[in-house]
Structure formats: structure tokens, C-alpha cells
């Protein structure tokens, strides 16, 4: 479940469900409404900095090759090649560059001797902004991707910064989300719907 609203999200989100209704039909599976908690920067604070991991802060200043890019596509071909096939239609990520057009999501990019080695969208409206995609090449701290994208909406006025669901499921989930609490990312417990 994402705050941030406008059509374009709204259009994503409908996508994402009616593609999760076909899932749990082809599974047998059911939704319902559970708590789930989620990862928040309050970007009205002063000195965002200081609630970082200390093992995030040397990596978070390591800007050089960071570019705010007017494109997903570059993300689209960077995630095809770190997961080794297709995970996503190719209406999401149209969809998603819609909101890079009409001002509703952005794009970082970071490169290292002119390669492309992380990226990701992010959602946002006025008032926030959310982690929605990313992907980096194996070894690769994705850090500065993210400092950017909430350093940019700070100075965009905007008040929140969702990093998504703390997830506890697989190790893999584990490490994502000890990965999003390094932000210094307060947990706020909302209700949303999951498939059981």
C-alpha cells in the first residue's frame, strides 16, 4: 500500500492488484487485510545524516556518477540483466515512465566508468516520495541511489520518505529490509492486503 497517490500511481497500483487477483485464482490463494509495518523518513527534520547506520555515511557521500536520469528505460534494461529474465510486464514500466513525464515519479541512476551499475524509481507527489524499484549489479551499494532520491526530496519540500514493508519472511527479505532500517527509516504499522 503506497500514501503517495495521483492517477498514474493509482493506474500502477490497479495493474499490480488485478495482476495479484489473477495469481491468487491461478494458486488457489486468498487475500486479506493483515498489519504490516513500514519503513518512513520524516523529511522535515533537520540533519537526516545523523539517524544513519555509521557504516552507511562514508557510503551515502560517494555521489560521483550519480545522475537524476528523464527515463526508466535504462533502469527496465539494468533489471532485466541483474535478474536474469523478465519479472515485469512491459506496461509497468510504461506506466512508470508516464509518471516520469507528468512529474509523479523520478529516476536515479549511477554510473561507474560510464556503466550503469544501480538505479531506481521512485514515486512521489507534494507531499511524499516512495521507494518503488531498483536494481544493482552483484557487489554493487546502491546507497547513493537512495541518499539522492531522499537528499532531492527534502530540498523538493516534500515531508515523507517511504522505503516500503519491513519483510521477515526469507533471509533475502531479512537483509532488504536491515538494509531499508539503515536509512534511519522510523516503522509506522498500517493494514494491507496480502495473499495467504
Known amino acids: 500500500m503506497v500514501v503517495c497517490?495521483?492517477?498514474?500511481?493509482?493506474?500502477?497500483?490497479?495493474?499490480y492488484s488485478e495482476l495479484d487477483n489473477k495469481?491468487?485464482?491461478a494458486y488457489g490463494k486468498e487475500r486479506e487485510l493483515k498489519s504490516g509495518e513500514f519503513y518512513v523518513i520524516d523529511l522535515t527534520k533537520d540533519n537526516l545524516k545523523k539517524n544513519l547506520r555509521k557504516s552507511y555515511k562514508s557510503l551515502v557521500n560517494k555521489q560521483d556518477g550519480i545522475?537524476?536520469?528523464?527515463?526508466v528505460r535504462n533502469l527496465q534494461k539494468l533489471h532485466l540483466k541483474v535478474a536474469g529474465r523478465k519479472?515485469?510486464?512491459d506496461e509497468t514500466w510504461d506506466i512508470q515512465q508516464e509518471m516520469v513525464d507528468a512529474g509523479e515519479g523520478f529516476v536515479v541512476e549511477l554510473y561507474k566508468d560510464g556503466t550503469l551499475?544501480?538505479?531506481a524509481f521512485f514515486m512521489k507527489n507534494?507531499?511524499?516520495?516512495?521507494?518503488?524499484?531498483a536494481a544493482s549489479l552483484k557487489g554493487v551499494n546502491s546507497h547513493p541511489v537512495i541518499w539522492s532520491a531522499i537528499e532531492y526530496c527534502k530540498e523538493e519540500g516534500l515531508k515523507r520518505f517511504e522505503l516500503g514493508e519491513k519483510l521477515e519472511g526469507t533471509e533475502k527479505e531479512k537483509n532488504i529490509?536491515?538494509?531499508k532500517a539503515g536509512f534511519g527509516a522510523n516503522l509506522e504499522k498500517r493494514l494491507v492486503e496480502k495473499k495467504s
Open 87 to 89: 519479472t515485469r510486464s
Open 177 to 179: 529490509s536491515k538494509f
Open 23 to 25: 495469481y491468487c485464482k
Open 67 to 71: 545522475i537524476f536520469s528523464p527515463t
Open 5 to 15: 497517490t495521483s492517477q498514474s500511481t493509482e493506474k500502477l497500483t490497479a495493474l
Open 126 to 133: 507534494q507531499w511524499c516520495c516512495y521507494y518503488a524499484v
Open 117 to 119: 551499475i544501480s538505479a
